[in-house]
């Protein structure tokens, strides 16, 4: 099974609106982290966001924001007031384990966003 | 990405030459990994250090890639004898911090 879900191989959104990228996820692990990264077309991974399974609250970072619902084993990054420099792919990954374990990264196979005038 | 420092950032190698590609982290990061990311993939973990030994190897395709860590900071991935399946992005991270990666084209 995949551990890492993109449904979405491709969006587009209009500039100024807001849009949704899905991830699922599946572990068996109490203890583990999700993470989004940006990829524009110059190829480098940019970092997010950042959830971790024992967080109260959704993470936000600027206009990030990771919609957490632990049950349905879901962390789908809302990205708001979108932007022409938003267009990029974007991965969600996984960590298992806690920050002591140093655990490496598995990593959907992304989505990629558009945005439109 | 800033602290991880990657090189070359492009490389062109004929089919059955060996190549070097090179990690070079900031001080002070422990654990490090290289990831592979394909044309149109996500990427894929290839191997862990936690300073200079290599707990999990799990993800090297193949007897053809190796790769060593010296003096907790630097490391290098070797492919022996490269195939045009090797063609890919080479990725190295410390923590959760990516480099700008090496795209490797086996011509």
């Known amino acids: 099974a995949q551990k890492i879900t993109q449904t979405q191989p491709g969006m587009f959104v209009q500039e100024k609106e807001a849009v949704t990228l899905d991830c699922t996820y599946d572990?068996?692990?109490?203890?583990?982290?999700l993470f989004w990264y940006k990829q524009p077309s110059s190829g480098e991974m940019i970092f997010l966001i950042y959830?971790?399974?024992?967080?109260?609250q959704n993470a936000t970072e600027g206009r990030y924001s990771l919609n957490f619902q632990k049950a349905r084993k879901s962390a789908n990054l809302v990205i708001s007031a979108s932007q022409l420099g938003d267009s990029a792919m974007y991965f969600c990954?996984?960590?298992?384990?806690?920050?002591?374990?140093?655990?490496?990264?598995?990593f959907g196979t992304g989505t990629r966003l558009q945005v439109t005038l | 990405g800033a602290g991880v420092s990657q090189s070359p950032s492009n490389k062109v190698t004929e089919k059955g030459k060996d190549v070097e590609l090179r990690c070079d982290p900031i001080?002070?990061?422990?654990?490090l990994y290289w990831y592979r990311q394909s044309l149109g993939q996500g990427l894929e973990f290839l191997i862990y250090?936690?300073?200079?030994?290599?707990?999990?190897k799990s993800g090297l395709p193949s007897d053809r890639f190796s790769a060593e860590r010296t003096g907790g900071s630097v490391s290098t991935l070797t492919i022996q004898r490269t195939q045009q399946e090797d063609s890919a992005v080479y990725l190295c991270?410390?923590?959760?911090?990516f480099g700008s990666g090496t795209r490797l084209t086996v011509v």
């Open positions: 990954a996984m960590r298992e384990g806690g920050w002591a374990t140093a655990s490496k990264l598995t």
């Open positions: 572990t068996s692990d109490p203890s583990y982290g």
């Open positions: 959830q971790g399974s024992y967080d109260q």
């Open positions: 001080s002070g990061h422990t654990a």
């Open positions: 250090f936690q300073g200079n030994s290599a707990p999990d």
């Open positions: 991270a410390v923590g959760y911090t």
